[in-house]
């Protein structure tokens, strides 16, 4: 699968956005789906991922609740729902995906397929 994430941009803290990625290339459903985010001069870090079906996800400690991590895999996208940013989450923002991992994976390793970034930033 080839991901396209899509949706960053401009926000004032406080602010929220929704990124997209889109899958091209094969079914969606078959990967588990993660988002990963990396701040400048920082390393990438995990927020979310989501099971094949969406009925399992799991989040970053640093979320705290802000953050929702969906899927409509009859739409071959996954979505990051983020609420209530603020200027640390200022960062180019990943989704990724794995066809045989196991679902909860944290790790950027156990993603094998990545996206093209798409920037965040949060002005204070």
């Known amino acids: 699968v080839q991901l396209q994430a899509s949706g960053g941009g401009l926000v004032q803290a406080g602010g929220s956005l929704r990124l997209s990625c889109v899958g091209s290339?094969?079914?969606?459903?078959?990967?588990?789906m993660g988002w990963f985010r990396q701040a400048p001069g920082k390393e990438r870090e995990f927020i979310a991922t989501s099971s094949r079906g969406g009925g399992s996800t799991s989040y970053a400690d640093f979320v705290k609740g802000r953050f929702t991590i969906s899927r409509d895999n009859a739409k071959n996208t996954v979505y990051l729902q983020m609420n209530t940013l603020g200027p640390e989450d200022t960062a180019v923002y990943y989704c990724a995906a794995d066809r045989f991992g196991r679902t909860g994976s944290t790790t950027e390793e156990a993603y094998r397929t990545w996206g093209q970034g798409t920037l965040v930033t949060v002005s204070s």
């Open positions: 290339g094969d079914a969606m459903r078959n990967y588990i």
